[in-house]
């Protein structure tokens, strides 16, 4: 009795084991592609940026960065971002100040080479008093 008792557990444990790690596989699979859409999107926003010809292109580049964030976030199911890794969120992290920093060169680089505006006209004629 005792070894027909075993010999059921062992055959169900690995039943058990293959249902209850099906979902397990889903959430990281939904995970890692949660995670790599994001770096894409950080990573091929960035280059954009980097690559951009004037102020209004990198204000354009950030407003679809942010539609295409969202769109990327709405795609994945609800609560995937709570599995990802501390490994994970440090590279999104790593990536977000990346693109922060990007932006921030490009724009002092586009304020430091513009010409200074003229004064309009009310300016110059109170100038003139």
Do not use: W
């Not at 951009?52 to 960065?65: C, I, K, T």
């Not at 769109?71 to 693109?99: G, K, R």
């Amino acid at each position: 009795m005792k070894s027909y008792s075993v010999a059921l557990l062992l055959g169900i444990l690995p039943v058990l084991v293959s249902c209850g790690g099906g979902k397990v596989d889903e959430t990281n699979v939904e995970t890692d592609k949660l995670y790599m859409n994001i770096c894409t999107t950080l990573t091929n926003y960035t280059d954009s940026i980097r690559t951009a010809p004037d102020s209004a292109s990198v204000y354009a580049l950030l407003e679809r960065y942010g539609e295409h964030m969202d769109a990327v976030n709405y795609e994945a199911l609800p609560d995937t971002d709570y599995h990802l890794n501390e490994s994970q969120n440090d590279t999104i992290l790593m990536l977000m100040d990346s693109l922060i920093n990007t932006r921030g060169r490009r724009l002092e680089e586009f304020a430091s080479h513009g010409a200074t505006a003229q004064s309009d006209s009310i300016s110059v004629d109170s100038a003139k008093l």
